[in-house]
């Protein structure tokens, strides 16, 4: 991880264009090759960013981030540099869950057939470079599905997903692979963004999973 503060400005150069007027700004450059730049608010939100993959070539008073698939560029135009530090964060170990949705996980797991007829379970906790995947299953047709578990599934959640998903889709012994977000309760928003990105979504009973009810563990 490596963190700048410098007076700059930045213009973005794609399929829209836009430009950050010259003060001072957090850069962010992250060992994935991600580039965010941060204002003093925002709470996490960056002013503008680029994600992998992506390349910065720094030369002199300008660093140009470029997109290595769209083309895509940042321009960062350096008045002054006020402070660059770099710091080896290691592996993250992910987010742990809490217990209900760990516990989701682990129903979902002992009863993928929920999701789908024919369905088979690959492993939980799926490894990827940035993170686990919750579910990694196979459908009836033996496609690839990932699945993403979250108590309550927001637009953060879908974001995670399709992360996973451009890693896992570049593994050719997987691909193609598809998403499946799942969760006791699924914001609008973030069923709009999940239904554009080709991803489905399922709402979880978690009592019925569990085996409270007395019918069979049903999704719906």
């Not at 057939?113 to 993170?131: D, H, K, N, P, Q």
């Amino acid at each position: 991880m490596r963190l700048v503060i410098a007076r700059c400005s930045v213009d973005y150069m794609g399929r829209l264009t836009a430009h950050l007027p010259m003060a001072p700004r957090l850069i962010l450059i992250k060992a994935d090759g991600s580039v965010s730049i941060h204002a003093d608010d925002r709470a996490f939100k960056p002013l503008n960013w680029m994600n992998p993959p992506c390349k910065l070539k720094e030369d002199g008073g300008t660093w140009t981030v470029t997109h290595g698939k769209t083309g895509e560029k940042l321009v960062l135009t350096m008045e002054e540099i006020l402070h660059d530090f770099s710091h080896e964060l290691g592996v993250d170990p992910g987010l742990i869950k809490d217990g209900v949705e760990a516990h989701l996980q682990e129903l979902l797991a002992e009863h993928i057939t929920t999701l789908g007829e024919g369905y088979s379970l690959v492993r939980r906790e799926y490894m990827t470079a940035i993170g686990p995947v919750d579910i990694l299953c196979r459908d009836a047709a033996g496609a690839t599905v990932a699945v993403e578990i979250k108590r309550r599934g927001e637009i953060d959640g879908v974001e995670q997903l399709t992360r996973y998903l451009e890693l896992l889709n570049r593994d050719p012994l997987l691909a193609p692979v598809r998403g499946v977000f799942a969760a006791q309760e699924i914001k609008p928003q973030a069923r709009v963004l999940a239904a554009d990105r080709g991803i489905d979504c399922v709402t979880l009973d978690y009592a019925a999973l569990r085996g409270i009810e007395p019918e069979n563990p049903t999704l719906f």
